[in-house]
Every structure is written in C-alpha cells, then in structure tokens.
C-alpha cells in the first residue's frame, strides 16, 4: 500500500493513499465563530463548504504552522449517519509518499478513547511512522456537527 508521510510536530504519521482525495496547498480559510480550536475554518471545495480539521490542534493543541511543506489534505469523511462529503486536514511537512509492505505494519499495542484515530504502525527505515485512521480522526462533537449539517451548506 502507499502511504503519504507528515508530520506533527517531532512526530511522524501517515495516512494511507486511498482514503485520499487530494492535496492542496494550505489557503486561507474562512473562520466559523463557535467551534472547538480544531476547525481551522472552511473553504470552497469544488463548490462545498469543506470543513478543515487543525490536526496539531488534535493531536498537540496547538496551531499547525504555515510553511511550504504544510499542506490541507482532503479526505472523504463518513459521518455518524453514513453520510460521506470531503473534510481537509491541516498537517506540516507533507513531503513523501512511502510505499508499505503489509508484513512491516503492526499494531501499536497502545489505544484508547482519547486517541482512536491512531492506527497501525510502520516500520520504515529507522522510524516507526503511526498511521492515522482518517473514519475515526474526527472528534465525536466536530463528526456530530457535519451529521446535523451545522458546517455542511453547499456554497451558492
């Protein structure tokens, strides 16, 4: 399987290709008043208002930086009621693309409520890069939001 690489601060994740819409570079976005520090904002995706999620807000608490490398990664996200539409996740030094063998992936050994979204782990060269779950990396109240549609018009 290939696996895009990034990272989040000091450490290194991946988030495997297919459940990868596209990649864009990192806009400005608009701000939605009221919501948790993890919705960066929205933007206009091919017409929709996309939600984007803050990942070093959700993994770190705190911003993600504005460098060349970081990156809105677009995903297609289910929702509690099965509803699927594009959710961006900010990330820094989106750089490679990493192709994994499946006998080099294994599981943590480490999870909980807290951080569902971490998936396997890989072993590449001499790192250990923790996969992201992107149908879990949402938080319940952000996916709760997207299934009433507080965040989901369509631009018009």
């Not at 923790?130 to 009433?148: C, E, F, G, K, M």
């Amino acid at each position: 399987m290939l696996v895009l690489g990034l990272s989040i601060g000091k450490e290194h994740y991946g988030i495997e290709a297919t459940r990868i819409i596209e990649i864009v570079p990192l806009i400005e976005l608009k701000k939605v008043p009221l919501t948790e520090n993890t919705v960066k904002g929205i933007f206009n995706y091919r017409g929709t208002a996309t939600p984007v999620i803050d990942l070093c807000q959700l993994f770190e608490k705190r911003s993600c930086t504005n460098d060349l490398s970081s990156r809105i990664i677009i995903i297609n996200y289910n929702d509690s009621s099965e509803n699927s539409r594009p959710v961006g996740l900010v990330a820094e030094r989106v750089t490679d693309v990493m192709k994994c063998e499946i006998d080099d992936v294994s599981n943590s050994g480490i999870q909980s409520d807290k951080n569902k979204f971490l998936g396997k782990v890989y072993k590449y060269k001499n790192d250990m890069i923790q996969l992201i779950d992107t149908h879990n990396v949402l938080p319940d109240s952000i996916s709760r939001q997207l299934a009433s549609s507080q965040l989901a018009d369509k631009l018009g």
